[in-house]
């Protein structure tokens, strides 16, 4: 299957500071999800994005597939953007393969 | 209210019970997935539905039973549990298409004795 790497692994951040996330994918895919688990353990899918740049708010992401990875970038971050960030790519329309995640928390 | 439950939200049993965790969602998606969520591992995929009736294994599907014979519940039965099986469960949907993202339930957490 899919061997996901998700980088950096925990990374801290000051309210307003702009980060960038990574997930490198090993296959060729047709659907890569990013999802946000705040710290009440919910999941929020974010972006559903196989290919090309999506924006959302502060939040947007590229995926390369010919190179196989994708970006989450967070712009002007704020508290409530704490949390784990999840990558999940697929070969298929469906079956999703998550990363192990990127703990991200956000100071005052 | 319209979108995806789960139920128990919190559950302790005791090794060598069976268990079952419901899913039901109300907006008819066609794929439906279990997942569980460990330390360390992210989560992975256990069982997944593409309709009714339509069930087949993910990654780690060892000592879990599913069903479909509605297209809204998607239950997931541990038959003898075991600690090693002591996780958050999430249950997912998402409807048939491309460009189409999976919606999550609130999980379940489940503690095995």
């Known amino acids: 299957g899919i061997q996901v790497e998700q980088s950096p692994p925990d990374l801290i951040l000051q309210e307003g500071a702009n980060s960038t996330l990574r997930c490198n994918f090993s296959d060729s895919v047709n659907n890569l999800q990013w999802f946000h688990q705040n710290p009440w353990g919910q999941l929020i899918n974010l972006f559903y994005i196989p290919s090309g740049t999506k924006q959302n708010g502060r939040l947007s992401a590229t995926t390369v597939a010919t190179e196989r990875y994708s970006l989450l970038y967070i712009s002007s971050s704020q508290t409530t953007d704490s949390g784990v960030y999840f990558c999940a790519p697929s070969g298929t329309a469906s079956k999703l393969t998550f990363g192990t995640g990127t703990r991200l928390q956000v100071t005052l | 209210d319209a979108g995806i439950t789960q139920s128990p939200r919190y559950k302790i049993t005791e090794t060598g019970r069976q268990v079952t965790l419901m899913c039901h969602q109300t907006?008819?998606?066609?794929?439906m997935f279990w997942y569980r969520q460990d330390l360390g591992h992210g989560l992975r995929l256990i069982y997944y539905s593409a309709a009714a009736d339509i069930t087949d294994k993910g990654e780690v599907p060892d000592g879990y039973v599913v069903s479909r014979s509605k297209t809204e519940n998607f239950p997931l039965t541990l038959e003898s549990a075991t600690r090693s099986q002591t996780s958050v469960y999430f249950c997912a949907s998402s409807d048939l298409g491309r460009y189409q993202p999976q919606h999550f339930g609130d999980g379940t957490r489940l503690s095995i004795l």
């Open positions: 907006w008819s998606h066609s794929y």
